[in-house]
């Protein structure tokens, strides 16, 4: 019988729960189907007592150097999260150990330090759960796909967002009612801004658009608009017009460049995207070769992400993981930079809800100023003001126009004086059929 192989565990909340609790209760089948036992030889955290239940079980402490630098150790399992995991992650590498990871916030930012460092020192990174929770895309990406040039990935890449946004559209719950429970059910960042702020889309989409376009992207590249600032009149209103919004992040070649975005956007209910609710994430791409593919599953929560960590585990203790890392140039840090499309010119269609005096005349400046910018328009309609009457919600739908002309159209749409507050707008998704 080999030895088992020991791993640290630094972080025992949500995610290092549920990989203690497959670790333990699934030993025997991943034995049979491995022949490989497991050690958790450190579980990590900051507050002993908090996590005393542990301490009868695992050796439980506070110190990572500690952890990282046992010599039983083979595998650094990093699920504390934030910016301050990047030390000890560092610290491991360099005791030469491999690591698995679902911070994706981390390798957003220090990638293309972490991947080159792990390369040097002869280990690897493991990151299936940092992007999209139990959905398998990493290993899709860096295998099942290689031999395909990808030209669009489309997801809704944020559990707690698409909770939200489905609780207020299916249950009426308010903002704030439905990001709570998203908080209680574990599918949030500890800092939840950065969910509802779209950065955490931006961050997996910034490592899965790295992957997929062989380029380097980062955070700083994708123009973010969250779901913090959308208000449930638009959500009935899209809801009417035959469109759900979902918050997604898009990484698409337009010529030589890449259109990058996290944004709330219009899904016609006949597109698969729009069906998916809840906690669920889903990613479709395009591939020269496959063409359309679509994942679907849970996005976050504790064991989706804990399985993708532990198939990590796995596949790092079985050599395929530093196999694949060591051979393949596609990680952060070996890539030239992506040729990001300037934001302005992206080609979209629009929703436009504009708060209008209820005045004569109005419709009229309205349409003057979009024609003005070329914006042609395929619907306009007057909805009705729930709660003040002397303003009226006029919603207009877009035939395709750039970004440039519907900013420069609403800088003079709002500065009339018949517009009471500023002008939503959203951007409408098309399947892209050029790629079908
Ligand atoms: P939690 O906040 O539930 O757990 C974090 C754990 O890390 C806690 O046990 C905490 O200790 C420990 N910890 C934090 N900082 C330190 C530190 N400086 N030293 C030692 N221990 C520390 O987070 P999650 O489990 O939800 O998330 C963990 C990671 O997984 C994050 O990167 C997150 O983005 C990612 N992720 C989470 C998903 C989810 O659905 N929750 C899905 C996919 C990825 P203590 O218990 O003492 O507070
Ligand atoms: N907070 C993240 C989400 C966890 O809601 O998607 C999964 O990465």
């Given at each position: 019988m080999n030895e088992p192989v020991g791993i640290a565990l630094l972080g025992s909340g949500v995610v290092g729960r549920g990989v203690l609790a497959i670790l333990s209760e699934q030993q025997d089948l991943l034995e049979r189907r491995t022949g490989l036992r497991f050690e958790v030889c450190h579980v990590v955290c900051r507050d002993v007592n908090k996590n005393a239940d542990l301490a009868k079980t695992y050796?439980?402490?506070?110190?990572?150097?500690?952890?990282?630098?046992?010599?039983?150790v083979k595998i650094v399992v990093e699920v504390m999260g934030g910016l301050g995991a990047e030390s000890p992650?560092?610290?491991?590498?360099?005791?030469?150990k491999h690591i698995v990871t679902a911070n994706k916030a981390l390798l957003a930012a220090r990638g293309n330090h972490l991947f080159p460092l792990a390369k040097k020192h002869g280990v690897s990174i493991g990151f299936e759960a940092s992007c999209a929770g139990g959905i398998p895309i990493i290993d899709a990406l860096t295998r099942g796909l290689l031999s395909n040039r990808i030209d669009s990935l489309t997801g809704i890449i944020n559990g707690t967002c698409n909770y939200i946004l489905t609780q207020m559209t299916e249950k009426g719950q308010t903002y704030s009612q439905a990001l709570s429970e998203a908080q209680k059910l574990g599918y949030a960042e500890a800092d939840p801004t950065l969910d509802v702020n779209g950065r955490d889309s931006a961050q997996k989409l910034a490592i899965l658009a790295s992957l997929a376009f062989n380029c380097?992207?980062?955070?700083?590249?994708?123009?973010i608009t969250g779901i913090d600032t959308l208000q449930a009149d638009d959500i009935r209103f899209a809801e009417e017009l035959g469109y759900a919004i979902k918050l997604l992040g898009i990484a698409e070649r337009v010529g030589d460049s890449l259109s990058l975005r996290?944004?709330?956007?219009?899904?016609?209910?006949?597109?698969?995207?729009?069906?998916?609710?809840?906690a669920f994430n889903a990613i479709s791409l395009y591939g020269h070769a496959i063409g359309h593919q679509f994942f679907y599953g849970r996005g976050?929560?504790?064991?989706?992400?804990?399985?993708?960590?532990?198939?990590?585990?796995?596949?790092?203790?079985?050599?395929?993981?530093?196999?694949?890392?060591?051979r393949l140039n596609i990680y952060p840090g070996q890539l030239e930079p992506a040729r990001v499309l300037p934001f302005e010119q992206l080609r979209s269609r629009y929703y436009l809800r504009v708060s209008a005096a209820d005045v004569p005349g109005v419709f009229a400046d309205i349409t003057a100023a979009l024609g003005k910018h070329h914006i042609s328009l395929s619907g306009v309609s007057q909805k009705e003001s729930e709660e003040d009457v002397s303003v009226v919600p006029v919603v207009v739908v877009t035939h395709r126009a750039t970004e440039g002309d519907i900013q420069a159209a609403l800088k003079e749409i709002d500065a009339l004086a018949t517009i009471k507050s500023p002008t939503v707008c959203l951007r409408i998704v098309d399947v892209p059929k050029e790629f079908a």
């Open positions: 050796n439980l402490h506070t110190d990572t150097t500690r952890a990282v630098s046992d010599p039983r992650i560092n610290e491991a590498i360099r005791s030469g380097q992207v980062n955070e700083r590249d994708i123009h996290v944004h709330p956007t219009l899904v016609h209910h006949g597109e698969l995207l729009a069906d998916v609710n809840g976050a929560g504790q064991m989706p992400t804990a399985s993708a960590v532990v198939a990590d585990i796995l596949g790092v203790a079985l050599g395929i993981i530093p196999h694949t890392f060591a």
